[in-house]
T-cell receptor, first 117, second 114 residues
């Protein structure tokens, strides 16, 4: 049973460029959340997707956008990259039970390490 | 403001020794508390998840405790191994908050020396 898979694992971009990160959730999971983790910090919530729609969003600018596909996989897009966007981007999947309440396990992928020069 | 504070920030112990990591939270209304292990440059891996009514939960050599009255949790590691070297992150769920309701601590960086 494959867990949460993310790609690419590492990438380097320059300021102003755009990046797309991809995530496949754990088998049986239908909800995907994205987090940004700066070095030495805890993960910060970006947004969550369920039924192909953005359901919740953290305090991130519109440069951060996403998408969820019918097979529950998801993409995170970041436009007009800034130096401060350098971080580990984590995808987490879960199985929605009722409403937006997050119950049970939240499984994380290995992350995509983005470096902006 | 919902916050999760972890201590110590970093800890070095010898292989085979026990250690206890602390987590204090101000998340309200509180529903669940989670502990994750995160190896450097990797994604967090779940160790335990406890509801507000649970006092203790074990996962092998890891034992988490929760005191919802004092809003404190601890993670005890028994007979540490070199592979326990990692950051340990405490996460609190705000009831009804969904993914946006998770508050992450900054983690305790644990180093096990041979």
């Amino acid at each position: 049973d494959a867990g949460v898979t993310q790609s690419p694992t590492h990438l380097i971009k320059t300021r102003g460029q755009q990046v797309t990160l991809r995530c496949s959730p754990k088998s049986g999971h239908d909800t995907v959340s994205w987090y940004q983790q700066a070095l030495g910090q805890g993960p910060q919530f970006i947004f969550q997707y369920y039924e192909e729609e953005e359901r919740q969003r953290g305090n991130f600018p519109d440069r951060f956008s996403g998408h969820q596909f019918p097979n529950y996989s998801s993409e995170l897009n970041v436009n007009a990259l800034l130096l401060g966007d350098s971080a580990l981007y984590l995808c987490a999947s879960s199985r929605r039970t009722s409403g937006i309440t997050l119950t049970g396990e939240l499984f994380f992928g290995e992350g995509s390490r983005l470096t902006v020069l | 403001k919902n916050q999760v504070e972890q201590s110590p920030q970093s800890l070095i112990i010898l292989e085979g020794k026990n250690c206890t990591l602390q987590c204090n939270y101000t998340v309200s209304p509180f529903s669940n508390l989670r502990w994750y292990k995160q190896d450097t440059g990797r994604g967090p891996v779940s160790l335990t998840i406890m509801t507000f009514s649970e006092n203790t939960k074990s996962n092998g050599r890891y034992t988490a405790t929760l005191d919802a009255d004092t809003k404190q949790s601890s993670l005890h590691i028994t007979a540490s191994q070199l592979s326990d070297s990692a950051s340990y992150i405490c996460v609190c769920d705000r009831e009804g908050g969904g993914a946006d309701g998770l508050t992450f601590g900054k983690g305790t960086h644990l180093i096990i020396q041979p």
